[in-house]
């Protein structure tokens, strides 16, 4: 048989092969699978036969490096500080899945922050840390530059451990007097940034968001469900920074504060392991932690496991777990952690990422990367010390 003839062949079969599929899927016994069904009813069950394992609790005593036991309400210039979960749930839940150490980014600042401050780490020492966040308020007013580092400051004399950047800067940020966003690189942020070098609190940084939220919400969108349910998620259009220009801001503060330790939240950019390879081969001060992004990380098993195994230094445990129900991944307790247990300490594969009946944050599920001891010490407890200055 000559070339030609074996790809005449070829193309016969294939066609062949697609008539038969149409017959199936429209003949008598497709009938069920010709109605359309709505998407908020399709709730598959996978029938995949694998191994299950319940991590109960984490192998070696760990520190959460992310979550919100308390936030601050309102915009106002004297913030209220809120609890969304209380102190003592959070110290059942610690002491039965081994976690040594609860980080509260969302202190606030000024009396809020004092209040978290007293209710936490100085009620319970050793349990929680507190870290404070920018004065946004004030961050169009003249003399902020000056202020900022000021109350970052006596911030650090109250107790605070560190400094936390909510995605607010880049995405929501805007001038009082021509409500034009702030850029993150802007220099009025240089001394909040140098003084937190200075006083060794690192900054804890959300920046961007996933990829598809700066697409149309369409056919196409792989978060199309997760948009739904919160559409104020979505930076496509208007006068939003695109994905890239906002990550190009936060190298170039990095770059400009090289005493300053980064810790850039949600894995930086967790859909693009090479690049935050680079960024990461390029800025020393930067870390990352994985907070709510297992959901990305286990959907390229292969791809993460070689990236802790070459980053081991410098990725930190966190979760983002907070008192909320809405977003499941991120809803503080037994099961979030399980999970999360799961995924670094096994290989087990193709598993649920959160607690939910429908995967929140896109339909996919995740397989476990099985840390060796070295590694896992160091991402649930090692690093995130070194960070935060405390004895191993
Ligand atoms: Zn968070």
Not at 224 to 231: M, T
Not at 271 to 280: K, M, P, R, Y
Not at 291 to 301: D, K, M, N, S, V
Request: charged share 25%; with cysteine.
């Amino acid at each position: 048989m000559n070339r030609r003839d074996w790809i005449g062949l070829c193309s016969a079969w294939m066609l062949a092969g697609r008539k038969k599929i149409s017959a199936q899927t429209t003949g008598a016994g497709g009938a069920q699978s010709s109605q359309d069904l709505p998407l908020r009813e399709y709730v598959p069950k996978s029938m995949l036969q694998v191994h299950e394992t319940h991590v109960a609790r984490a192998r070696f005593p760990l520190i959460d490096f992310h979550t919100h036991i308390t936030g601050v309400r309102g915009n106002s210039r004297e913030p209220v500080l809120r609890f969304g979960i209380e102190p003592e749930k959070c110290l059942a839940v610690m002491n039965r899945k081994n976690i040594k150490t609860m980080v509260d980014l969302t202190g606030g600042y000024g009396s809020a922050l004092r209040e978290a401050i007293q209710k936490l780490p100085e009620a319970h020492p050793g349990r929680f840390i507190v870290f404070t966040e920018p004065a946004w308020p004030f961050a169009s007013d003249p003399d902020y530059a000056k202020r900022q580092a000021d109350l970052i400051q006596d911030a650090h004399k109250a107790g605070a451990k560190g400094i936390k950047v909510l995605k607010t800067l880049g995405l929501f940020l805007r001038e009082t007097s021509n409500h034009k966003l702030v850029r993150l690189d802007d220099p009025r942020f240089d001394p909040m940034w140098e003084t937190a070098g200075a006083l060794k609190m690192p900054i804890a940084i959300h920046t961007s968001d996933p990829l598809a939220f700066f697409l149309p919400i369409d056919r196409y969108n792989e978060r199309w469900e997760e948009l739904h349910a919160h559409p104020d998620w979505s930076f496509y259009g208007k006068d939003f920074p695109s994905n890239k220009e906002l990550q190009e801001e936060r190298l170039t503060v990095m770059k400009r504060h090289p005493r300053t330790q980064f810790v850039c939240l949600h894995v930086a950019e967790a859909e693009d392991l090479g690049f935050v390879s680079q960024c990461l081969d390029q800025h020393p001060n930067m870390n990352v932690d994985i907070a709510a992004r297992i959901g990305e990380l286990g959907r390229q098993p292969r791809a993460a496991r070689k990236f802790f195994d070459k980053y081991q230094d410098r990725v930190v445990f966190g979760t983002d777990a907070s008192g909320g129900t809405a977003t499941p991944q991120q809803t503080f307790g037994d099961a979030m952690y399980e999970i999360y247990y799961r995924f670094l300490e096994t290989e087990d594969e193709y598993f649920d990422y959160a607690p939910a009946p429908v995967p929140p944050q896109g339909r996919w599920r995740i397989s476990g990367i099985g840390l060796p001891e070295t590694i896992l010490r160091k991402v649930y407890q090692g690093n995130a010390s070194r960070l935060l200055g405390l004895s191993a």
